[in-house]
């Protein structure tokens, strides 16, 4: 019996055959108090034995209950908790190489070449699109997305959500997904010296980068930004830390610094000569996502 960091008491509760048990797992409701029961999975011993300290068990959930887990997940013996199973392909070769688990994805020679992932990082993507897709329907949904914390406390979360989902779709699959995450993929100095020139600009690009960015403002996606749009992203940046009226001074000021042909709007041009200082590769890359 193991107890992990969030009080769950994991035990072996039958033996089906060699290697393979139920698992089940359960919480202390009280001293004294039966155990409640949160889920049973079926478990294989992927090294060493049952009962020896540092084992790994491969867990498929068959029944669930209040916090159940609804993926694949490995329990590590020794230290008596759940990591993620993309996390520990390296610690295991039992489980066989990153390779063979990536070619499960759908579609994954076409996604590694869109989105220049390495195949470690599209199998992390993999398994948090499955984790986000709680019902299994093989692909995402505005409200799956909603999930995902960072987004629900950025305020710009609801634009970038809205990236996922073009042409008023409904829906996303993995490679869609994918394809969107990788403007954030960070820039290799090695990214420029080997790419060839007849080949597609990479989406992490600096260009590709600030093409997500300013389609994040210009709602109406006329290839302007409107002083009314800029001011909707300056109250969602800002939110009530400035008056109505500071606000409006600022995106004025904004937009004439930027509208460098004096129409009252900033073309894309005019967007990226604004950010020409910034390091944009940098302030829209997210390290995990090599």
Not at 25 to 42: D, F, N, Q
Not at 57 to 86: C, E, H, M, Q
């Amino acid at each position: 019996m193991w107890k992990d960091g969030d009080g769950h008491l994991w035990e072996v509760s039958q033996a089906l055959g060699t290697g393979v048990y139920r698992l089940h797992r359960s919480l202390l409701a009280a001293p004294g108090k039966t155990h409640l029961v949160l889920l049973v999975c079926i478990c294989r011993v992927v090294g060493g034995r049952q009962g020896t300290p540092g084992f790994w068990l491969l867990a498929r959930p068959v029944t669930f209950g209040p916090g159940a887990i609804g993926r694949p997940r490995l329990l590590d013996g020794r230290r008596g908790r759940l990591v993620p199973l993309a996390a520990s392909l390296r610690r295991d070769s039992a489980m066989g190489s990153c390779s063979s688990h990536v070619a499960r994805i759908p579609d994954v020679d076409q996604i590694l070449r869109e989105t220049g992932f390495s195949q470690a990082s599209l199998l992390r993507l993999y398994h948090r699109f499955q984790a986000l897709d709680r019902e299994e329907k093989g692909y995402l949904s505005r409200l799956d997305l909603q999930r995902i914390g960072a987004l629900a406390v950025n305020p710009l979360g609801d634009r970038i959500i809205d990236s996922f989902f073009p042409n008023g779709s409904q829906r996303v699959d993995f490679a869609g997904f994918a394809r969107v995450l990788a403007h954030f993929r960070p820039v290799d100095e090695e990214d420029a010296t080997i790419r060839d020139p007849k080949q597609p600009e990479p989406l992490n690009s600096r260009m590709n980068k600030l093409r997500f960015a300013f389609q994040l403002y210009d709602l109406d996606r006329d290839g302007k930004i409107s002083r009314n749009e800029m001011l909707q992203v300056l109250r969602l940046m800002v939110g009530v830390q400035v008056t109505d009226e500071q606000l409006e001074s600022i995106t004025d000021r904004t937009v004439q610094e930027a509208d460098e042909d004096g129409d009252g709007a900033v073309s894309f041009m005019e967007f990226t000569k604004s950010l020409e200082k910034m390091n944009i590769e940098q302030k829209m890359s997210i390290r995990i996502l090599k």
